[in-house]
């Protein structure tokens, strides 16, 4: 078989990090795991690098040259839909916390273990396969709210609702179990296929940021309740 066919049927990764050393080891562990890899060094370029290629999944520094990953992250998001993963080399959780309300979909810290990062990168490109309902449908309806797993859309009143590859997953899961108490443990486990440990707070940022695209209140919501010390409620008859 000619490898460039061959190639052009691996998924496709665009690493965005300035890092030389480091770009070319995650790129040859990738290529060794079959990706096809892209490097880009310059954030000044990210966005248009993101666009043009539309790679399976982005991996993005926080600190980069030209522009960070924040910037990138949020100018990006309205143009891609794909996984972004974002690296970030701060042990504060500010830097997780205002990536995935900027649209990462998840972040790996550094010094970057290889397993770790391939581990999540397949769980993220999971994520654009259909979801299983555990009642087995693949359309849920909420009064005005219409959640579609086979699309991986959301519209609310006949309207689409931009959601991120990972907020998409956590709507899916929370109307999936209307009616029953979600824990973070078990969310977590379903989601990302970790173990919650206490003190990660994506899932918190990624309700926060569901609420109001499904006209949730998010000083007293209706749809999607927090309950205190277990976890979240998807009300189906708010």
Same mark, same amino acid.
Request: proline share 5%; net charge negative; with cysteine.
């Given at each position: 078989?000619?490898?460039?066919?061959?190639?052009?049927?691996?998924?496709?990764?665009? %690493?965005?990090?300035?890092?030389?050393?480091?770009? #070319?080891? =995650?790129?040859?562990?990738?290529?060794? #795991?079959?990706?096809?890899? =892209?490097?880009? +060094?310059?954030g000044t370029h990210a966005?248009?690098?993101?666009v043009e290629l539309e790679p399976d999944i982005v991996i993005l520094d926080?600190?980069?040259?030209?522009?960070?990953?924040?910037?990138?992250?949020?100018?990006?998001?309205?143009?891609? +839909?794909?996984? %972004?993963?974002?690296? =970030?080399?701060r042990t504060d959780d500010m830097d997780q916390v205002l990536g995935l309300e900027m649209g990462a979909d998840d972040?790996?810290?550094?010094?970057?273990?290889?397993?770790?990062?391939?581990?999540?990168m397949r769980?993220?490109?999971?994520r654009s396969e259909p979801m299983e309902s555990a009642s087995g449908a693949v359309r849920l309806t909420f009064d005005n709210l219409v959640i579609d797993s086979a699309t991986r859309e959301a519209w609310l009143e006949g309207e689409? %609702?931009?959601? =991120?590859?990972?907020?998409?997953?956590?709507?899916?899961?929370?109307?999936? #179990? +209307?009616?029953r108490v979600l824990t973070r443990e078990e969310i977590f486990s379903s989601l990302r296929g970790i173990k919650y440990d206490g003190q990660d707070r994506s899932i918190d940022v990624r309700v926060s940021r569901i609420r109001p695209k499904i006209g949730d209140d998010p000083n007293q919501p209706h749809r999607i309740k927090t309950v205190r010390s277990k976890g979240y409620l998807f009300v189906r008859d708010a």
């Open positions: 078989m000619d490898d460039s066919l061959d190639s052009k049927h691996k998924d496709h990764v665009l %690493i965005i990090e300035d890092d030389e050393r480091l770009a #070319n080891l =995650t790129r040859e562990y990738l290529e060794a #795991n079959g990706f096809r890899v =892209t490097l880009e +060094a310059d966005v248009e690098r993101i926080l600190m980069l040259p030209g522009e960070d990953g924040l910037s990138i992250c949020r100018r990006v998001r309205p143009q891609y +839909a794909g996984p %972004i993963l974002m690296l =970030t080399a972040y790996v810290p550094k010094p970057v273990q290889p397993r770790v990062l391939l581990a999540r769980a993220l490109m999971r689409r %609702i931009d959601l =991120t590859s990972a907020e998409f997953d956590l709507l899916w899961l929370l109307a999936d #179990n +209307a009616g």
